[in-house]
């Protein structure tokens, strides 16, 4: 990959498309294959992103910022090759405009181009066998990122190394030479110049001396500054800082690829207040927060380790944080599982501790805990670190070996790890089990998989006559469902498949779970002053006037919000949001209205 960082401080997006292009399954998956300039060229390119559990089609047009003529962002020396540009705008259109773009993490750009799971590391922390556990990450398709923080942005040591950098890792040798073995990585610079001095340079290493044509060979040693170098393990303890890891979470669609991903196990949650609770563990409300049960029953196959643990991450992360203006402090506590009960009380955890729990609480998008326990089972607590805060989260699991699907009551054989919802939600008095859902789906869909409006209509009022909500089917009317389709519809066809119907039906657990907290009587119905905490427990701030609307427009004679009108309601301001975000390219308000002009506008729709 040969691309030139333009006038925007994005060196991080750089690396990790840097780390993507080694392997061009991942690359494909993010820009789909045969779209050109030529044969039926429209003017719009396809990109794909992971954002939250699923993978996001993003669409822009041709037009790149120019100045006297030359491309003002990232760009190709090749003149007639645009496609890292066209990326990196449909990254700033998923991100809300370039200027998002200015100053970020490596760690997540990696994220939402693989759907992995990311790591941050200090250099301090890493384990003593440096070269094995590198070894062991690229072995399972790690994407490794590493900088220098220590000194001026993008300035450079004494030894060529730039600080605030980011740089790739891309693999790790025993280099035989004359002298004996030395342990050695291969780093990437993804401006494509700017190397390494120190020893075993390119150009100053009088080291290479020492080493074989044959062994220079088998290293694919290019003598030339390419950004591309090598250099001893030693080395780049001293003059990195921090590891940036993606672990991937999908097997690479790659001819002779050995590389084993972790095998994942994915579920969403909310923290509503009143239900959820922050504070730390021995703290009375904490047990208010949701709780994962965890099963682990089959050791690493490992001869190293005489403990005979098993090996897993554990990823909470908080989800459109920057898109509501506030970041949360999230952490992570993993207790053993009572041998009687899936589900840990107040009592109990006024007593326990902790086998695992991340160091502190943390505002970063996504907290990750490393961690080798003994087969067993455990309770996973997400949790913020605050009393009543609001927030959507995903929580992932990765395991060493495969996760059977089987019940965690009775584990058979192959079950390896498991992570069961635990009954703090209360959508699980009125909704369906994920089961009972997917059934659901199947019974309603048409012979193709496709749900249309009238098909949503019956499936949902099925769903939700077995619950505590029964009786508001009543409310729900075929306009609702014809929304619903629109919104979530992601390919213009009027009617949803089962991902984008399973992406509506987690919206609709979530707010669920807040209609039936702030409905306080009980009675199936919010009162019009409980409907703003509930949309900012939802993450969504209006001012007056949109409640003036909400009033107007979603409300019954009554001044009530229905179960169905305020999932009607949610979803449309949801949307809304959304489509704002993705039509102000720039992330300055250059769509000629203001967010709160467009809320009031489309309100009225």
């Known amino acids: 990959m040969d691309v030139r960082q333009g006038k925007l401080n994005d060196c991080w997006l750089l690396s990790a498309i840097a780390s993507l292009s080694l392997h061009r399954p991942l690359l494909e998956k993010v820009v789909p294959l045969e779209q050109s300039f030529d044969d039926k060229y429209s ?52 991100k809300g405009g370039y200027r998002a773009l200015d100053m970020g993490f490596p760690h997540e750009a ?42 001026p942005l993008e300035q450079r040591n004494e030894l060529g190394i730039m600080f605030r950098h980011a740089y790739s890792l891309t693999g790790v040798e025993k280099v035989r030479t004359m002298y004996g073995p030395v342990d050695m990585v291969r780093i990437l610079n993804p401006w494509g110049n700017t190397e390494w001095e120190g020893p075993w340079s390119d150009f100053k290493g009088p080291e290479w001396n020492t080493v074989s044509k044959e062994e220079q060979q088998r290293l694919d040693r290019v003598n030339r500054e390419d950004g591309e170098f090598w250099m001893a393990v030693s080395d780049f303890r001293q003059n990195f800082e921090l590891m940036e890891v993606c672990h991937l979470t999908e097997a690479l669609n790659e001819s ?29 409300l904490f047990w208010q927060n949701p709780q994962f049960y965890f099963t682990l029953l089959e050791e690493d196959q490992n001869p190293a380790d005489p ?11 908080q989800k459109h944080h920057r898109r509501r203006g506030v970041n949360l402090a999230i952490g992570l506590h993993i207790y053993q599982a009572r041998s009687d009960s899936k589900y840990l009380s107040p009592t109990d955890l006024s007593v326990l501790r ?72 209360p959508h699980l008095t009125a909704l369906p089990s994920p089961k009972s859902t997917r059934r659901l789906f199947k019974k309603h869909c048409n012979k193709n998989g496709f749900c249309k409006p009238a098909e949503l209509h ?22 609702h469902c014809k ?121 009225y729709n």
């Open 354 to 425: 902790p086998v695992l729990a991340t160091p502190a609480y943390s505002s970063r998008r996504e907290v990750v805990l490393r961690g080798r326990l003994a087969p067993g089972h455990y309770i996973i607590i997400p949790s913020v670190s605050e009393p009543n805060q609001e927030g959507a989260f995903l929580i992932r699991v990765l395991t060493e070996k495969g996760n059977a699907a089987a019940p965690a009551e009775k584990p058979g054989p192959q079950d390896i790890a498991s992570i069961k919802e635990q009954p703090s939600f």
């Open 43 to 94: 003017g719009c390119f396809c990109f794909r992103f992971w954002q939250y559990g699923q993978w996001e089609e993003v669409r822009v047009d041709d037009l790149l910022p120019t100045l006297e003529g030359r491309l003002v962002y990232l760009n190709s020396p090749e003149k007639h090759e645009f496609w890292s540009s066209l990326l990196e705008k449909a990254y700033a259109k998923l």
């Open 110 to 151: 990696m994220v939402d181009m693989t759907g992995g799971v990311a790591e941050v590391m200090s250099m301090a922390s890493l384990p003593r066998d440096l070269p094995a556990f590198l070894s062991y990450l690229l072995e399972k398709g790690a994407l490794i990122n590493c900088a220098n923080c220590q000194g």
């Open 483 to 603: 929304s619903f389709v629109v919104l979530m519809d992601s390919q213009g066809l009027a009617k949803l498949n089962w991902p984008e119907f399973k992406n509506l039906w987690d919206k609709i657990r979530r707010w669920t779970d807040i209609f039936l907290v702030f409905d306080k009587n009980q009675s199936q119905r919010l009162e019009y002053p409980e409907v703003s905490p509930a949309l900012k427990a939802a993450g969504i701030m209006v001012d007056d006037f949109v409640l003036q609307l909400v009033g107007l427009r979603y409300t019954e004679p009554d001044l009530t919000i229905s179960y169905p009108g305020f999932l009607f309601l949610l979803m449309k301001l949801d949307s809304m949001i959304h489509k704002f975000q993705a039509y102000d390219m720039v992330g300055m308000g250059s769509i000629t209205v203001s967010y709160r002009q467009w809320l009031h506008m489309t309100m």
């Open 256 to 284: 002779g690829s050995t590389v084993q991903p972790w095998c994942c196990t994915m579920h969403h949650g909310n923290w509503v207040p009143r239900i959820s609770a922050g504070g730390s563990p021995s703290g009375g």
């Open 458 to 479: 019956d499936l949902l009022t099925e769903a939700i006559q077995g619950g505590v909500l029964a009786g508001s089917e009543k409310k729900l009317v075929l306009e």
């Open 307 to 317: 403990q005979k643990s098993c090996s897993f991450l554990v990823a909470l992360m």
